[in-house]
């Protein structure tokens, strides 16, 4: 357990109540730890974890699946620990499964002249990418990389292979036509605008755990729920954004005239909370946007030049629910396959005409007794962007149209309802979730990770420290690396004063 020197019983306040900030709230209490506070911004635990109630059941407006649920992953051994997953998602040939980070699920594919593609065609095309996807990675291993990003080394790779296609040119315009829908769901995976954006020497240290992506059945939130329930009933106090973060100094409130504290917390009510630790897990998003007034003194230059190279992007969903399923009751997965679309082609539809063109396809939420019969619309960058400026009875018309399109079908009903994410328009999150763009590597993680001061003495001791995902050099991106982001914060602390236990053992 850790101590601090005696009548000193340090204060941290956690900004964000995310599954970082509960992370590290857990943990610190569980060292020892009894003066600390999460301040949040919204209305709600959770962050970018969010559950609500759609048609018969919860959809997931943010985290969806626990990713690689194996034993390396926090979040799936949280989950079983407080018993939140079905007896499949438990299974041992479960966990053990390897996987590339791609649904498992077989697709169906529409194109848009509404003909369906039979397996003899996509089947090829989607192992042909998996295996572009896999050599991709391995630039990470050999520290080399023929050109920058994953969009250009894909393009490379697909050109030389269609020099070998034997078939016609209707043919092999609807087998590029199909890889593109695969570069549309990777800008989904990354959440990123571009492959062309993400960089490809870094992509292999991103670490792809094994096992079948699973969810909650009872809703991501569910697990959010249960972490608070450990937690002191008042720890954490809500609607409070925080204004700036004042550090290395030597604060008093009339509240705390007992001593100073080098941090001072400073909300935008005009409420201002000292401690002598902070943990901010606010989103890259948010601190790209705020990085100049959200901290002062101002950051390091090492860690702005960090924060603005990394890369953030939006990933945007949409649940539709109908009256009755146009799809077949085996459907898990339909993909669009716009037939004058290919990656090799660099011009692009204008962002705010055709958005839907971004939508790799609908993802069938199943079963349909849970949740009733919903699909799933994933889109990412500019065009998610736009789509949030876009009214729900306009963003069900134009899917609709499409719909109707693909399947050949001009009698599909308008969806009965409709919910959706616009994560960047979000204050608080100005995006989804963290990438590593062209520029950027693993070392700007890390420094984006580092605590402030940079060099911590016994004079300036450690003030203002860094979790959430895009702090965790690995598993970027994912709740499990917020998780395990927020527990090194926690065990950084305890460390901190460790110190102070071993000379108080040694009188």
Known sequence: MAQAPQGMEPSIVIVGCGIAGLGAAQRLLQHGFKRVRIVEATGRSGG?????????????????????????NAVFQFASQYDLLDEEAMSEENQTVQRDGHPPEVPTYYTSSGKTIEPEITAPMEKLYSMLFQKSREFFWSKTEPVHSLGEFLKLEIAQCTEEWKDDEETCNLKLALLNVEFKMECCISGTDSLDLVALQPLGEYTLLPGIDCVFSGGFTSLIDAMMKSLPKDIVSYNKPVKCIHWNGSFKTPNTLERSYSVLVECENGDTIPADHVIVTVPLGFLKEHYKTFICPPLPASKINSIQKQG???????????????????????????????????????????????????IVLQPAERYGHVILAVLAGQEANFMESLSDSEVKNCLTQVIRRFTGNPLIPLPKNIVRSKWHSDRYNKGSYSYTAVGSSGDDIDVIAQPLPLTSTEAQPLQVLFAGEATHRTFYSTTHGALQSGWREADRLNDHYLPFTSKNAKL
Do not use: M, Y
């Open 312 to 362: 953030f992007g939006t990933n945007n969903k949409i649940f539709l629910e109908f009256e009755e399923p146009f799809w077949e009751p085996e459907c898990e997965l339909i993909k669009l396959v716009w037939e004058d679309e290919s990656p090799l082609v660099s011009t692009r539809p204008d962002p705010q005409k055709a958005w839907f063109r971004k939508i790799f396809g609908f």
């Open 48 to 72: 970018r974890i969010w559950s609500r109630e759609f048609a018969k059941g919860l959809v997931e407006i943010g985290a969806q699946w626990i990713h690689g649920p194996s034993k390396q």
